[in-house]
C-alpha cells in the first residue's frame, strides 16, 4: 500500500500488482489474509486512478476477490495463465486445476466484469503434448474468448523434472504448432477489438509512437486495448475515447474529453 501512495505522490496513474503466485498473497500472514483484503486497502488508502493484477490462476477466481472489481479505478481485465487446454498436459505440468476448472473461472469472471478482457500464456509442445492434446487446447482457448495470448514454445531448461520426461516434441511440430496458436491469437484478438469499434472507453496515454509512418499518441483502454490517438500532448492523462478502427495491433481513437 505504501509503494502504491508513494508512486501515486510521483504522478503514476496506474498499478499493476505483480508476482509469480498472487492468490497466496497473506497466507503466511497471522491471521491469514486473501488478495481481495490487498486490493482493498489500496484502494482505500492511495488515490491510485487504475488498478491492475498481472496474473491470477483460476483457483483465485473466488466471489470476495470479483466483488472488488466493483470499484470503477480496479480494471476490467485479468490475465489467467492456461498453459495447456489438455487434461493429460496439465496433469504432467503438475498444475493445480483442471480444464473444466479454467473454464468455469473464465464464466464467473465474465459473469461478475462487464466488457472484461482475459488474457492468457500459452506452451506449445510440451513433453507428451500430441496432436489431439493440442486440438484441445485451441478448442478452449477459442470457447474462452481470450483478447489476447501469450504463446510460447516449450525449451528445456536444466535441472527441471520435464527435461527429464518422455515424448520431448520435434523442433518443426513445436514450430508448426506455434505458428497455428499465434494465428489463433491474432484471430480472437481482432474479434475483440473489433467488437468494441465505436464505443467510448477510459485510455490512459503513455507515449508517442510511429506507426505506418505518422505519429500517434498511444494508450490501453481499462479493459487492455491498446489505442493510438492523433492530437496533442497526452502523456499521462486519461480520457475518454471513442474507439474506431482496426489500427497496428490495436484501435484508433479520438479523445472525447
Known amino acids: 500500500v505504501q509503494e502504491v501512495r508513494e508512486a501515486v505522490g510521483r504522478g503514476v496513474r496506474e498499478a499493476v500488482i505483480t508476482g509469480t503466485q498472487l492468490g497466496a498473497w497473506g497466507r503466511d500472514f497471522d491471521p491469514p ?7 482493498g486497502g489500496i484502494l482505500e488508502q492511495t488515490d491510485i486512478a487504475r488498478l491492475r493484477f498481472s496474473s491470477l490462476q483460476p483457483q483465485d477466481i473466488t466471489p470476495e476477490l470479483l ?4 470499484d470503477p479505478r480496479v480494471m476490467p481485465h485479468f490475465h489467467l495463465a492456461l498453459q495447456s487446454g489438455s487434461e493429460n498436459v496439465l496433469q504432467a505440468m503438475r498444475r493445480r486445476y483442471a480444464a473444466r476448472e479454467f473454464l468455469e473461472a473464465v464464466e464467473r469472471i465474465r459473469g461478475a466484469v462487464a466488457d472484461v478482457a482475459i488474457t492468457t500464456d500459452v506452451i506449445a509442445g510440451f513433453p507428451g503434448e500430441t496432436d489431439a492434446d493440442f486440438e484441445a487446447t485451441l ?3 477459442r470457447e ?3 483478447s489476447r495470448i501469450h504463446a510460447f514454445p516449450y525449451s528445456p531448461r ?8 518422455a515424448g520431448q516434441v520435434d523442433a518443426e511440430v513445436k514450430k508448426e504448432r506455434m505458428s497455428r496458436l499465434l494465428g489463433l491469437g491474432d484471430e480472437l484478438a481482432a474479434e475483440f477489438r473489433k467488437a468494441h469499434e465505436g464505443t467510448v472507453r477510459p485510455v490512459l496515454w503513455e507515449q508517442a509512437r510511429m506507426v505506418e509512418g505518422r505519429q500517434y499518441w498511444h494508450g490501453y483502454t481499462d479493459n487492455y486495448i491498446p489505442v493510438y490517438a492523433a492530437g496533442g500532448h497526452l502523456s499521462n492523462r486519461i ?6 478502427a482496426l489500427l497496428h495491433d490495436g484501435l484508433s481513437g479520438e479523445t472525447a474529453g
Open 139 to 141: 478448442s478452449l482457448a
Open 67 to 70: 466483488a472488488t472489481w466493483q
Open 33 to 39: 489474509l486473501a488478495p481481495h483484503r490487498l486490493i
Open 144 to 146: 474462452a474468448g481470450f
Open 158 to 165: 536444466t535441472g527441471t523434472v520435464a527435461m527429464k520426461l
Open 239 to 244: 480520457t475518454m475515447t471513442r474507439l474506431g
